[in-house]
């Protein structure tokens, strides 16, 4: 089966292709659609965003299409950066994101630097939608560590840990991860079908 992976996100492409790696799914990232016109992705909650996203793809290419919004909820900021995390600061870039996060937590004790990953699939086949999330808990840090994965991974040391999720290793975070929990209910429902 061929999915549409409403991304131009190499890392996102990459991470999800490795999931389901031992089976015939093949994703194709938008960059190999050619000309896309840009997606607005301007609903209030992650499942609104990746609705949004598999609905432009579906009709604009007539293919299945899967679409995801993720980010980080941090409770001290009251659940932000939320559904704004890869344009916290304005711009897209992951370094001035992380700048922004760290300079608002600056002094925030240990016990209350508390967030969470979460993750929402759009899945649409045939015209039918179909949605899954996933969740993982963690630490916010006061500084980056390590040098993998993408967005806030080098700040964000999931509960049970010691390493950030820049740290621990694609194989390690890819099963631990809001996305692999999403992805692993995107597998199932994809297995009996």
Partial sequence: M????????KGKVREIGSIFAETSIEFIGLDSLGEIPEIVEDGMTFRDNA???????????GENALAEDSGLCVDYLNGAPGVFSARFAGTKSDSDNIDKLLTL?????E?????????VFCLIIDGNEYFFDGWIKGQ????RRGSGGFGYDPVFV????????AEIGDD?????SHRAMAIG????FLYSK
Avoid: H, W
Wanted: cysteine-free; glycine content about 4%.
């Fill in 111 to 119: 016990d209350r630097r508390t967030a969470r990953f979460k993750s």
């Fill in 2 to 9: 061929r999915l549409i992976l409403a991304t131009t996100n």
């Fill in 105 to 109: 937590m600056n002094g925030v004790p």
């Fill in 185 to 188: 209910k995107l597998k199932e």
């Fill in 51 to 61: 609705l949004i996203k598999a609905k432009t793809i579906y009709e604009l290419s």
């Fill in 140 to 143: 916010i840090i006061y500084e």
């Fill in 172 to 176: 390690i975070k890819n099963s631990i």
């Fill in 158 to 165: 999931p509960d049970g840990y010691s390493q950030t999720f």
